[in-house]
């Protein structure tokens, strides 16, 4: 029996990369790490890092049967220091970025930190006034106000992509959520009919509210540029945001 391949699903916060690990672990030849949350965040660990203690943590029920074995830690996106540990333990894993618009990915992220006590600032406060961020009282892998910077694309795609290659996939939220999954499949090298058709992927949360105009109109002019040079990088369309 082959060794099974590794998979990693690294981000971006916020742009569904729970529907898509839902999707993943529907299929019966990928095995992905359980929980969904705490997610693993296994290659945030400076030190200690093994390839047998990776398996044992996440992977010591799979089948012997399945063809990858996959992680989802959405902080990895904005981690690009762990690359090197990734490379030292699975050596060319399977990287996939889900990228979602970035104004509905910013929106979504600060209704994330305000439902999660984080955040006390208003929309306006935030993205048209920019006052200054409330004191953290406990600590966090990531920020979780860099609402703009977190959808600058480029510069966390770039490291990635110069890192694996052809073993990085960038997928659109959009495609996913609405069903448009062929070209992760054909990427993996899977038939996408063997998909457990009794399994069910939760879409709470995926869809955006009524928001305040102005942020909005700002936010999406802010990202104007950052789109287009992603858009440049990739040489593919994302036309669907604007």
Do not use: C
């Not at 999707?23 to 030849?29: K, N, R, T, V, Y």
């Not at 928001?211 to 858009?231: D, F, I, M, P, T």
Request: charged fraction near 30%; hydrophobic fraction near 35%.
């Amino acid at each position: 029996m082959n060794k099974p391949d590794h998979l990693i699903i690294i981000g971006a916060q916020r742009s569904g990369t729970t529907f898509l690990y839902g999707i993943l672990d529907a299929h019966p030849h990928i095995h992905m790490a359980q929980p969904v949350f705490p997610e693993p965040k296994f290659f945030l660990s400076k030190e200690g890092l093994s390839y047998e203690d990776y398996i044992d943590r996440y992977f010591h029920t799979a089948k012997s049967d399945v063809r990858y074995l996959g992680e989802k830690s959405a902080s990895y996106y904005e981690r690009q220091d762990i690359i090197p540990r990734i490379k030292e333990v699975l050596g060319n894993p399977k990287i996939i970025i889900q990228l979602r618009n970035p104004v509905e990915r910013a929106l979504s992220n600060y209704h994330f930190s305000v439902k999660n006590g984080l955040e006390t600032r208003s929309l306006h406060e935030v993205f048209i006034q920019q006052v200054a961020a409330p004191e953290l009282r406990s600590k966090i892998s990531v920020d979780p106000f860099d609402y703009l910077g977190r959808g600058q694309y480029l510069k966390f795609v770039k490291a990635y992509k110069q890192a694996f290659k052809d073993d990085l996939l960038v997928l659109k939220f959009e495609d996913t959520v609405s069903g448009q999954t062929g070209r992760l499949w054909d990427w993996l090298g899977l038939d996408s009919t063997a998909l457990d058709a009794d399994r069910e992927v939760n879409k709470n949360g995926l869809i955006r509210k009524n928001e305040n105009r102005e942020v909005a109109e700002w936010l999406q002019e802010y990202y104007k540029r950052h789109n287009e040079e992603l858009e440049t990088f990739l040489g593919e369309d994302f036309g669907i945001w604007k």
